[in-house]
């Protein structure tokens, strides 16, 4: 069995200075382990218990996200940050992409959880590198 990626570590670099934030994004990248936890083999096809399984983690990880979303929109519509908008737009795509993802597994593809967790976490890194860290740094300069 190829070996696990090591990603649900949580590091300097998604640090916002923001602890409810900080503490929220902590939870939802340590959800990524639970991806690995579901499946046997994270490069092959599931099995229909596997499935089921991801998909329990996935409508967990949605219902999370979206308390996560709305935390962090109240904190940007709190200094009205000129960014929410598009953090919306992003955060909506998130969940429509979760859904979709299940509706798959649920409809039979045969996708391995690599697909599924690679999503996630690209997502996850890219969201807060380029959309939640310049939130932060304006919050930083418009809160105090």
């Known amino acids: 069995m190829p070996p696990k990626l090591n990603i649900t570590e949580f590091?300097?670099?998604?640090?916002?200075d923001i602890p409810e934030i900080d503490e929220q994004h902590k939870v939802?990248?340590?959800m990524l382990g639970e991806i690995d936890a579901a499946?046997?083999?994270?490069?092959?096809?599931?099995?229909?218990?596997?499935?089921d399984n991801i998909v329990d983690v996935l409508d967990k990880l949605r219902d999370y996200?979206?308390?996560?979303?709305?935390?962090?929109?109240?904190?940007?519509?709190?200094?009205?940050?000129?960014g929410l908008p598009l953090q919306k737009k992003a955060h909506n795509r998130f969940i429509t992409?979760?859904?979709?993802?299940?509706?798959?597994?649920?409809?039979?593809?045969?996708?391995?959880?690599?697909?599924?967790?690679?999503f996630i976490h690209e997502w996850y890194h890219a969201h807060i590198i380029e959309m939640?860290?310049?939130?932060?740094?304006?919050?930083?300069?418009?809160?105090?």
């Not at 939640?132 to 105090?144: I, L, R, V």
């Open 28 to 30: 939802f990248l340590s």
């Open 11 to 16: 590091s300097a670099e998604y640090v916002m």
């Open 39 to 51: 499946s046997s083999d994270l490069y092959k096809p599931m099995d229909d218990d596997e499935v």
């Open 65 to 82: 996200a979206l308390l996560h979303f709305r935390t962090e929109e109240s904190f940007m519509a709190e200094i009205d940050y000129p």
């Open 97 to 118: 992409d979760v859904i979709r993802l299940e509706a798959e597994l649920l409809n039979g593809s045969s996708m391995p959880a690599i697909t599924i967790r690679n």
């Open 132 to 144: 939640d860290k310049p939130f932060g740094a304006f919050h930083k300069e418009n809160s105090e």
